[in-house]
């Protein structure tokens, strides 16, 4: 039973219960994930080429209720030599009908790691949750003026005009899209550095072209002392491993998606290493095993 001191102090010094951070080791690569929030969705986001029966069937079998859900956000440091990498940056403040998400700056200080010390900032893709946290006001004077920050060629140019078309998003979302591409862009073109294919940006870290969700859309790899990790951006999604042939309403090549999420998965079924996306549930640490002709999502055993 608790004492009634211990209840005082319970009540008196209040205590975040929503745990924001978590550490994996990689070699000699220290990695931190990063929740940035969560961001409130239809469910039919999650599958828009599936009949809505199946749909709702896989929601009950989760436990998820029918209608929305809430899509977890989440960013990764990795610590490599000399560099401190930021793999994407959450929403920021773009999008007034996300209010439980773009806790990135406040967590990542929280976490002990100040904006002064980010040597490089790898972009996944230039969807708003992953560039707006580079948008907040007063980050970008924290930064370092020679901070390098590597986004693909084929997404920056993706999004001098993007299409839209094969997408299927809550209305106000593709023009906040657009708007927040162009203000990172304008914002930080100085400090870009666009690659191609394959980019090491510091000792076993290694960005790479993948396509599909964006047409430049990419995942990180990190790999070092015979261990691996794949912060996979938005390639994967929570119901991806039962059905990697459904399409998100946020990929722009819907089959594309499908095509790389299913290579990404066999990849990672055969390698072992560990697999970070954005939109797992917070930590999102875990590996992927095949279960018949799909997969299996198998969450890691938290450290602490």
Known sequence: MYSAETQDSITQEPIDLVPSRYAVQIGDIDALV???????????????????????????????????????????????????????A???????????????????????????????????HMHMDHVGGLLVPGVKER?????????????????????????VMPKPVPAVLRSTATSFYETYRDRIRVFEDRHEVAP????????????????????????????????????????PEWHNGFEHDPVESARVRFALFNELAENKG????????????????????????VPVIWDY
């Not at 989760?62 to 989440?74: E, G, I, K, T, V």
Request: hydrophobic share 45%; charged share 15%; proline share 9%.
């Open 204 to 243: 076993g870290v290694t960005v790479r072209l993948t396509g599909g969700h964006t047409p430049g859309h990419c995942v990180v790899d990190l790999v070092s002392g015979g261990e691996r990790l794949t912060f996979a951006g938005d390639a994967v999604f929570p119901v991806g491993f039962d059905h």
């Open 34 to 88: 990063v929740s940035d929030g969560v961001l409130p969705l239809p469910t039919a986001t999650m599958a828009t080429n599936a009949d809505p029966a199946d749909l709702a069937v896989w929601l009950d079998h989760m436990l998820m209720p029918p209608d929305a859900f809430d899509w977890p956000l989440n960013v990764m440091v990795a610590r490599s030599g000399d560099q401190t990498i930021l793999i994407d």
């Open 143 to 167: 930064l370092r003026p020679d901070v390098r920050i590597h986004v693909n060629a084929t997404e920056v140019a993706f999004w001098t005009s993007p299409d839209f078309s094969q997408t």
């Open 90 to 124: 959450g929403l920021g403040g773009q999008f007034p009908g996300f209010p439980r998400a773009g806790m990135f700056p406040q967590r990542l200080a929280s976490a002990g790691i100040p904006l002064e010390t980010v040597t490089d900032v790898i972009i996944t």
């Open 274 to 297: 560990l697999l970070v996306a954005a939109h797992l549930p917070f930590p999102s640490v875990g590996r992927v095993a095949v279960e018949g002709d799909a997969f299996r999502w």
